[in-house]
Structure formats: structure tokens, C-alpha cells
């Protein structure tokens, strides 16, 4: 693709995951790739460090055998981690941590494992628990185990298809990684530079206009010339506002919100423990991850759908209780009261495929990529494997 004699490259917009993903699938295509961001790399996948402590945007996990992490097998991308310590969890029943009801699990996991989940396309994760003959106990728990796998409260607003897919993922393998998920930014944008990609920090994009094949890319100095476009800023609204036609789809749906209480311990004996009647959890991430100093711990704490923020934290500080850690215990805490688990809830009558598509109608060699993108995947899932797919795409208009 040539314009005026020059050469004209793939600009991204975004360096969160979908954003490194498309770019350094692109640049690995063959293409001259720019990626834009606006702070910092990394988006919500950044690792904060304090006081020796490593904390992740909240909880998260990689799934081992989802989409995304055969998108960075593709890349290129190491993905050291450890399993997510269940041997020993608890169950937060009454508001006290009781033995984790294994039979009901069981019970629940024999029930959904068999599942078509595209079989119960239109329907709600309340809708088929409500169906799945599970009663009682049984059904808190399938209902506490579809919260931890997609971090969603409202299962009346949950697409079965999703529900039942996370929960199937999640038994063939969660990890906590090492170092946080700043190590998947390393390792992103590792590939990408290696690629030859150019990574242009606090560098926002203001607008995109001109024509296909021409496309300007407006930046707050200056204004970029491209063959093709990929806007992954993170929400849908902000995405809107760069397309040069406006959105090409129709209204998203809600966020997806949580509260989450972050925790530095002096020791490191926590346990895993779910919220069976409640929308609450906690789980250890160091260990058995590498992101504490020598002894200590890191915790985190979540409640799906947050309330309001001083009844949400004095909530999670009482489950904090309720296990047996102490205020002296703690090194470093941090509230988030208010995170961002995913930007796009879709409704159960849409499914993954009412999702806007990486491709824009009427803007050719301008694309989207998020994790509310596309049909592939939930969370970081989607969000990689729609990075990937508009990266495929832009390379193909320069190649």
C-alpha cells in the first residue's frame, strides 16, 4: 500500500492487550506497525508494586486452555505461572468460613460438564441452573461457581453460553502468573518490538479521519498517515468516538463492576474461600505466585457487583476477618471500589455474537478490538483474541 510514494503503516490505538496483541500480530505479519497509548503500556493488565508487593488490576487468572492463552502461544509469549491453590479452600457460608461443600460441587461439575453450551443459546445462567435440576445448596454452589469463573452477580443478565463455557475452561486449568500480568505486557510488547513495531507512549489519539486506504490518525502533536487503523482504547463509548463513520453498533450493554480489597500480608497461610450465599470470594495469589517477598502474602478480595463503597469495604474487611487475618497482619492494602471486569455485559437473547465485530461496516481498513469485541471468549480471552484477529486483518490491507 502506497500513498504519495511512502510507505504507510498499521496504527494502533491502545496498548492494553488487545492492543499489543493486534500490534504485535501485524508487525509479525509483515507490516510496519505504530502503536499509540495514552499513558502507559499495558492498560488493565498493568502490575502495581508496593512496599515488595506485586498487585494485579484485582484478581485474575489465566485460563490455560482458553483463547487467550493460545493467542500468546502464537506470539511468542512465556506464560510462567501456578495453579490456583483449591486443595484447601473454604466455603463462606453465614458469613463464616465453613469445609467447602464437596459433594454439591461435585455434583454441580458432573452436571455441567457434559453441556453443549451453544445448546442453550438465548437463554440466562439462572435460567439453565434453574432448568439443570439443581436445588438448594446445589444450586449456590453452581451459582457461586459460575460467579468466580466470569465475575458476573447478575445471572439473571448472564448468558448461559458464557456461564457454562467458564466453567468448563476452568476445570481444564487456572494459573496465577508470576511477576503479575505485567509480565504478559513484557512479553507483548517484547514481540512486538522484536517485529519492529514502534511503541509511541503518552501519545492519546484524538480522532480518526480521511478515506480507506489514507486513513489520519490524530494525536495530540501530531497527525499519523495509515493504511489501516485498529482502535483498542478499552471502552466501547471511547472507541465511538474515534471510528470516522461513528459506532457501528447498537448501544453496548452494562459493564461488568466488581469491589475488590487487595491485601500485603506479613505470612503467607491464607486460603481460598467462596462465597456460597454471598457474591463474595477471596483467593491467595502468593503464594503460590511469585509476587510477595520472601514469607509473605498477597490476597485478594472481591465482591461481584459493587454497592457502595464504604459498605462494600467494610464488607470485605469483615470476610478478611471472618478467615483470621488480623489488621496486623497486613503490610499494604488497596480498594478498588469500583473495578472494571469487562467493558460490555451482553444479554442473554444476543450471546457472545450480538458482540460488535473487529471489523467496522463501512469504514474498510479501520477495526475494533476489546473484550467486548468479537465472538471469541470472555475477559482477557476475548480481549486477545480480538487483538489478534484486527491485527491479522490490517496487516492483510499492507501485505
Known amino acids: 500500500m502506497h500513498a504519495n510514494g511512502r510507505n504507510l503503516p498499521v496504527v494502533v490505538a491502545g496498548a492494553g492487550l488487545a492492543g499489543l496483541a493486534a500490534g504485535a500480530t501485524a508487525a509479525l505479519a509483515g507490516a510496519r506497525v505504530i502503536i499509540l497509548e495514552s499513558s502507559l503500556a499495558g492498560g488493565r493488565a498493568r502490575t502495581q508494586k508496593c512496599d515488595g508487593f506485586q498487585f494485579n488490576e484485582g484478581p485474575r487468572a489465566l485460563y490455560q486452555d482458553g483463547a487467550g492463552a493460545r493467542v500468546l502461544s502464537r506470539l511468542g509469549v512465556m506464560t510462567p505461572g501456578h495453579p490456583a491453590p483449591l486443595q484447601t479452600a473454604r466455603a463462606l457460608i453465614g458469613g463464616a468460613p ?17 453441556v453443549v453450551p451453544g445448546e ?23 451459582a457461586a461457581a459460575v460467579r468466580v469463573t466470569t465475575y458476573v452477580a447478575d445471572l439473571d443478565r448472564l448468558p448461559a453460553s458464557v456461564a457454562i463455557t467458564q466453567v468448563q475452561t476452568s476445570l481444564r486449568g487456572v494459573s496465577y502468573l508470576d511477576g503479575g500480568w505485567q509480565s504478559l505486557v513484557r512479553g507483548l510488547t517484547s514481540t512486538a518490538w522484536a517485529a519492529g513495531a514502534e511503541i509511541r507512549q503518552h501519545g492519546r489519539v484524538e480522532q480518526v479521519t480521511g478515506r480507506p486506504g489514507a486513513w489520519e490518525v490524530h494525536t495530540t502533536s501530531d497527525v499519523i498517515q495509515a493504511a489501516a487503523v485498529v482502535i483498542a482504547v478499552g471502552r466501547p463509548a471511547a472507541a465511538a468516538r474515534l471510528l470516522p463513520a461513528g459506532p ?80 496486623d497482619d497486613v503490610v499494604v492494602d488497596r480498594f478498588l471500589p469500583r473495578m472494571t471486569v469487562v467493558n460490555h455485559l451482553p444479554l442473554p437473547c444476543e450471546g457472545l455474537t450480538g458482540r460488535p465485530p473487529v471489523v467496522v461496516p463501512g469504514s474498510p481498513g479501520v477495526f475494533i478490538a476489546g473484550d467486548w469485541v468479537g465472538p471469541d471468549g470472555w475477559l482477557a480471552d476475548c480481549s486477545l483474541s480480538s487483538g489478534e484477529r484486527a491485527g491479522q486483518l490490517a496487516a492483510r490491507v499492507v501485505t
Open 98 to 114: 465453613r469445609p467447602f461443600p464437596a459433594a454439591q460441587y461435585a455434583r454441580v461439575i458432573a452436571q455441567m460438564s457434559p
Open 120 to 142: 442453550w443459546a438465548g437463554a440466562s445462567a439462572a435460567e439453565w441452573i434453574d432448568s439443570s435440576g439443581l436445588r438448594g445448596d446445589a444450586a449456590m454452589v453452581a
Open 248 to 327: 457501528q453498533w447498537e448501544p453496548p450493554g452494562p459493564p461488568v463492576l466488581a469491589a475488590c480489597l487487595d491485601m500485603g500480608l506479613r505470612h503467607a497461610d491464607a486460603r481460598f474461600v467462596l462465597g456460597i450465599d454471598e457474591p463474595l470470594y477471596m483467593s491467595p495469589h502468593a503464594p503460590p505466585g511469585d509476587l510477595a517477598p520472601a514469607g509473605c502474602g498477597l490476597v485478594h478480595l472481591l465482591r461481584y457487583g459493587p454497592t457502595k463503597p464504604a459498605a462494600d469495604r467494610d464488607q470485605l474487611w469483615a470476610f478478611a476477618s471472618a478467615t483470621g487475618i488480623r489488621h
